[in-house]
Structure formats: C-alpha cells, structure tokens
C-alpha cells in the first residue's frame, strides 16, 4: 500500500502486533479461553463454598481453548499479533 494510500484508507493499514492494553487479555483468551485468569485464592474459595474447582466453562472443556485456538491459526491472526505458539505469548 503506498503513502497516498495509506492517507487515504488509514485502517488499511498493516499491523504487525498489539497496543499494550490489549495484550494481556488476548493472551489470555488465546492460552485459557478467557480474560481474567481464575487464580488459586479464587479456586480454593469455590472448593471451601461446595462448588467445583473451576466453572464450568473453558477452564474444564480444553477443547473449547482449542477450539478458539483453531479459529485464531485459521484467520491468521497468530501471524498479525506475532503469537508465538512454543511460549504461548506475543513476540514484542
């Protein structure tokens, strides 16, 4: 894409990696299926109130991660974030 463009059609632009703010919850969502990471404190209180270590969700259905890792390799996005998949982090 040349200048004159770009100028024009600024969100045409490539992208190579992510804005800081946003590089935690997609790391999150691409490793663990969600935003916020379900920490030990929180695990151990679901345990002592009766309920099951982690919630029912992407936390106990690893296919649900893959899946949304599948999703993530297929449109490409692991190359325009620079997702490395060995350290399951962005390349900065």
């Given at each position: 894409m040349s200048e004159k463009e770009i100028r024009l059609y600024p969100l045409r632009k490539k992208i190579r990696g992510l804005p800081p703010a946003f590089r935690s919850p997609t790391r999150g969502i691409i490793s663990y299926g969600h935003v916020p990471r379900l920490s030990g404190f929180l695990q151990r209180t679901r345990v002592k109130i009766g309920l099951s270590k982690t919630p029912p969700t992407a936390y106990e259905v690893k296919q649900a991660v893959e899946e949304i890792q599948?999703?993530?390799?297929?449109?490409?996005?692991?190359?325009?974030?620079?997702?490395?998949?060995?350290?399951?982090?962005?390349r900065y």
């Open positions: 599948k999703i993530v390799k297929e449109t490409g996005l692991d190359v325009k974030i620079t997702w490395d998949w060995k350290r399951k982090r962005m």
